[in-house]
């Protein structure tokens, strides 16, 4: 048996430590101040009997702020929000502007009908149903044998 001495490093921070294990960390966990912008919203995606429903989570945003765009089998959800606060009593010293947005795509599979995609924002969830296309259904047919 052998004694083995192990180097002790100076303590790092908690942020250079994180470096190290995850360097390419997203934007949004960072404590940067464009870490808003752009930033990636949850999406949860079901499946039922008539097709999908994408649940955007998007809290803060008006109806008016979405743009849902379809180009060939691409479909595009993003928002844009830009808030500033007035007060005309009082004269500026500071003034912020508060600026969120983000940028979702998804690829839509040829049995998705396009032409019925229904969107709906309620309570901070943009709700998008995608409906399967109708297959002609041929009617069952017996064949006798001869």
Do not use: C
Request: charged share 35%.
């Amino acid at each position: 048996m052998s004694i083995v001495k192990f180097r002790q490093y100076p303590a790092k921070s908690f942020n250079n430590l994180m470096d190290d294990f995850f360097p390419q960390l997203p934007s949004l966990f960072l404590n940067e101040p464009t870490a808003n912008f752009g930033q990636v919203v949850p999406v949860n995606i079901k499946q039922n009997e008539n097709g999908y429903v994408l649940d955007v989570i998007a809290p803060g945003f008006e109806k008016e702020n979405f743009k849902i765009h379809l180009e060939k089998n691409l479909l595009t959800v993003s928002a844009e929000r830009q808030a500033e606060e007035e007060n005309k009593n009082e004269k500026d010293i500071r003034k912020e502007y508060k600026y969120q947005s983000f940028k979702r795509s998804f690829t839509i599979d040829e049995k998705i009908d396009t032409e019925k995609i229904e969107a709906k924002y309620e309570d901070g969830i943009l709700r998008l149903n995608l409906e399967n296309k109708e297959e002609v259904k041929k009617p069952a047919k017996e064949i006798t044998i001869q």
